[in-house]
């Protein structure tokens, strides 16, 4: 499968643990991008990841959210101290970084998410 | 702030008939991409089309094609010889061109249901 690979599909953590979602951008891309959809509602950006940089973390909440995509590995969105809000669908993007555009404009491939439950 | 808005929460549409998935949006930039993702039951996101805002012509995908109006900021998706498989909530979404960023901006999806 030479798509973009989330792990794991699901995820259950009691309030107060941490919650580490992965994400392996489709081979050739560069660019990474975290989406999260609360039930009943659209993905909303949270990040956007080139490799060991972080371009716009508009999206990410103050506190407790944090994102890295290093050198080597997949791409990682770590979330502290977990609480019952945090219930989501959690979608990982990725797509070229195109010479001539920076990446910009080109599809967001998108993997089948995680599925983070709270108790 | 850029906003998306899909007026429609849910649509019907009998198999092999044609359905309009209507869309809009606000946006002060130029240059911009919009896109139309499918999501059906199994939750994955899927592209189904894309256009360039800076193009006058509709892009097409087989079945699947759409209705720009930039004046107008509408960006409708046509669903010709709809079939069951189609059975997905909607999401139309923008990209803004020419910043460093590039995240899309998604409304809230139509969920269409496909009748055999």
């Known amino acids: 499968n030479a798509g973009v690979m989330q792990n794991p599909r699901h995820l259950v953590r009691r309030r107060g643990q941490e919650a580490r979602l992965r994400c392996s951008p489709m081979?050739?891309?560069?660019?990474v991008y975290w989406y999260r959809q609360l039930p009943e509602e659209g993905l909303k950006f949270m990040v956007y990841?080139?490799?060991?940089?972080?371009?716009?973390e508009s999206g990410m909440p103050k506190e407790r959210f944090s994102a890295e995509f290093p050198k080597e590995g997949p791409s990682i969105l770590r979330i502290q101290q977990v609480v019952r809000g945090d219930s989501a669908a959690y979608f990982c993007?990725?797509?070229?970084?195109?010479?001539?555009?920076?990446?910009?404009?080109?599809?967001?491939?998108f993997g089948d998410g995680t599925r983070l439950s709270i108790l | 702030a850029q906003t998306v808005t899909q007026s429609q929460p849910e649509m019907s549409v009998q198999e092999a008939e044609t359905v309009t998935l209507s869309c809009t949006y606000d946006?002060?930039?130029?240059?911009?991409?919009l896109f139309w993702y499918k999501q059906p039951p199994s939750r994955q996101m899927i592209l189904v089309i894309r256009?360039?805002?800076?193009?006058?012509q509709n892009a097409t995908e087989n079945r699947f094609s759409v209705n720009f109006q930039k004046a107008a900021k509408s960006f409708s998706l046509k669903i010709s010889d709809s079939q069951l498989g189609d059975t997905a909530m909607y999401f139309c979404?923008?990209?803004?061109?020419?910043?460093?960023?590039?995240?899309?901006?998604f409304g809230t999806g139509t969920l269409l249901a496909v009748q055999p």
């Open positions: 979404a923008t990209l803004n061109y020419g910043g460093a960023t590039n995240k899309l901006i």
């Open positions: 993007a990725s797509s070229r970084g195109d010479r001539g555009t920076g990446g910009i404009g080109q599809p967001q491939h």
């Open positions: 256009q360039e805002a800076y193009k006058q």
């Open positions: 081979k050739g891309h560069s660019h």
């Open positions: 946006t002060s930039e130029s240059n911009y991409y």
């Open positions: 990841l080139q490799k060991e940089n972080i371009i716009d």
